[in-house]
């Protein structure tokens, strides 16, 4: 055969091959995505199977709702399977497994779906996280006419609060105050809603003399649990410029007078014999079993507490709700709410499976999903959630504390927004130091001013660290 020949029929195979390849191409997988075969609601592949991976702790709202939420997500989407990894030892438990993915380096082995990270910020900061950003106008799926910036309760400032991004779509919220034995009151003869801190004290001072002390706290997670409660009055007693100061970084600002304040309050509280003994070392779930069984009237706590408390409740326990009165006469009582978010996506895991992690985060949305999340506890974010107080089925603790929230003559604040993001090893520092600073104010260690000043101190190093940069 001649050379020509012999080039002819070689570029004659490989067209063949060309062509062959495209036909199985065309039969294959390729052939559907290429052919439109996408759901309308988010233009991803209907037919491309995905499997995402998600970790879960198993803590305060428990998982019911959660489970709920996958179920129904896998029944519209039936090419996406949701493998969930349920953590249920608890929250250190949860952050060894997730700190110790991290540490691996090995980002196939990382989870899609993260519930929570201990150092967020520090992993937005390193480009680790995928930003959610374009969810915010992106319509909900039970009410396309509506989008996500539309019903949601936070504010663009809270939620893109981080970097000027949004890490994780903000699905629940939690209200944070003081949860009473409403019972136990009643039995007392006690005035359910102090008006200030001195008819705060007054009435502390009747439960002690009925042989109960007046408060339980979780000192072993002094930091949020004290906060859950103590951490409104700043906001009480310096009002908006209290506010303003520390979201903007101002100096000094945790040695200025409403904060001191706070940490005085709780200096003359622990003093006056007002504190369960066992606040310093308890953990939640000890603090919270003193509650219940009656040996404390009240705990500082969150939403959720009925529902983590709901096997060792007493038939007859009755819930009661107030904000913190920590207030001077004539001062506004404040309650802290957070809007609530998980489901934080690694950055370098496939595209396809961010994609439909998102898409699982905009379906938390739903609500239906909502009802299931109050019920366990929580506070939905959507604006249009018809929360009806008498439906048996929500969590008494969230109903008591949506009947406070509505009220007329208190302020509801999400204190978490900040003008930037300082994050350095020396700001970093301020949560131990808050935490040991609580724990040896009740233990009369130290005075609140000393603390106060410890924590300003390191505030400012971080500050100084910050402008270093």
């Known amino acids: 055969m001649k050379k020509g020949s012999k080039a002819f029929l070689v570029i004659l195979v490989v067209l063949s091959l060309f062509a062959f390849g495209g036909c199985i191409k065309k039969s294959g997988i390729e052939d559907d995505l290429d052919s439109g075969e996408v759901y309308p609601e988010n233009g991803l592949p209907k037919n491309k199977k995905v499997t995402l991976s998600i970790i879960y702790p198993v803590m305060g709202f428990g998982k019911e709702y959660f489970e709920y939420g996958v179920k129904t997500f896998q029944e519209k989407f039936k090419n996406v399977k949701l493998d969930v ?14 700190k110790s993915a991290i540490q691996s380096g090995n980002d196939d082995e990382m989870y899609d779906w993260i519930y929570s990270f201990t150092n967020g910020v520090t992993l937005m900061s390193q480009g680790k996280l995928e930003t959610q950003d374009e969810l915010w106008e992106r319509s909900v799926y039970d009410r396309p006419d509506l989008k996500m ?6 504010e663009k400032e809270a939620v893109f609060n981080y970097f000027n991004h949004m890490y994780v779509v903000p ?5 944070y105050g003081i949860y009473f034995n409403k019972k136990l009151f009643k039995k007392l003869g006690l005035t359910e809603q102090p008006k200030d801190w001195n008819e705060f004290l007054a009435m ?10 007046p408060m339980v706290m979780a000192g072993k997670y002094a930091g949020p649990y004290f906060n859950f409660g103590w951490g409104a009055i700043p906001y009480e007693v310096g009002g908006d410029k209290f506010k303003q100061d520390e979201y903007n970084f101002e100096p000094n600002v945790y040695k200025s007078k409403p904060y001191v304040t706070m940490l005085t309050r709780l200096e003359e509280f622990a003093r006056r014999g007002y504190l369960h003994p066992g606040t310093a070392s308890y953990d939640h779930t000890q603090s919270q079993m003193e509650f219940v069984q009656g040996k404390a009237a009240m705990v500082t706590n969150g939403t959720w507490i009925a529902n983590e408390m709901a096997e060792v409740l007493p038939e007859d326990f009755e819930w009661g709700f107030m904000a913190f009165p920590g207030n001077d006469p004539g001062q506004k009582q404040v309650v802290l709410l957070e809007p609530g978010g998980s489901g934080y996506i690694w950055k370098n895991r496939p595209e396809l499976n961010k994609k439909w992690t998102k898409e699982f985060n905009l379906w938390l949305l739903n609500l239906d999903i909502q009802n299931k999340f109050a019920q366990a506890g929580g506070v939905p974010t959507r604006r249009d959630f018809k929360f009806e107080s008498g439906k048996k089925e929500l969590s008494p603790s969230v109903v008591e504390a949506w009947k406070v929230i509505n009220r007329k003559d208190l302020k509801v604040i999400d204190n978490r927004p900040w003008v930037r993001i300082v994050s350095n090893s020396e700001m970093a520092k301020i949560a131990k130091k808050r935490e040991d600073g609580y724990i040896a104010v009740i233990t009369g260690q130290k005075t609140g001013e000393q603390v106060a000043r410890e924590i300003n101190s ?12």
């Open 149 to 154: 910036k539309d019903v949601i309760i936070a």
């Open 458 to 469: 390191q505030y400012m190093k971080g500050l100084a660290a910050d402008k270093r940069k």
């Open 85 to 98: 990894r349920y953590i249920e030892g608890g929250n250190d438990a949860y952050n060894q497994i997730v």
């Open 171 to 175: 699905s629940g919220s939690h209200i």
């Open 204 to 213: 502390c001072a009747k439960i002690k003399t009925k042989g109960v002390y």
